[in-house]
Nanobody
């Protein structure tokens, strides 16, 4: 199982970023996928999830209406469109695959700062 996130970076408050997660090694089209994040000194927290059929589960309250998770089963990828970014969104963002256990990528850093 491999998960590789990309798309992180430095963005100004109010800006946008789109994160991507390329996957391999498992049946992507049958797997619930997630985005989590971890800020310095804080626990990892769930951000967004999407079923194999493309149905999203409830977002983290603080990102509802600003972030959108999506997937492409043909490409075996998931995405996180992040708009109206706030400094509180600064964190390492992780892609997760819920299999017998949860598998994680290495993470991608998102820094929101002026």
């Amino acid at each position: 199982v491999q998960l590789v996130e990309s798309g992180g970076g430095l963005v100004q408050p109010g800006g946008s970023l789109t994160l991507s997660c390329q996957t391999s090694g498992f049946t992507f089209g049958a797997t619930y996928m997630m985005w989590w994040r971890q800020a310095p000194g804080r626990e990892r927290e769930f951000v967004a999830g999407i079923t194999y059929r493309g149905e999203t589960t409830p977002y983290l309250d603080s990102v509802e209406g600003r972030f959108t998770v999506s997937r492409d089963n043909t490409k075996k990828m998931i995405y996180l469109q992040m708009n109206a970014l706030d400094p509180e969104d600064t964190a390492v963002y992780y892609c997760g695959a819920q299999l017998g256990r949860t598998y994680w990528g290495q993470g991608t850093q998102v820094t929101v700062s002026s």
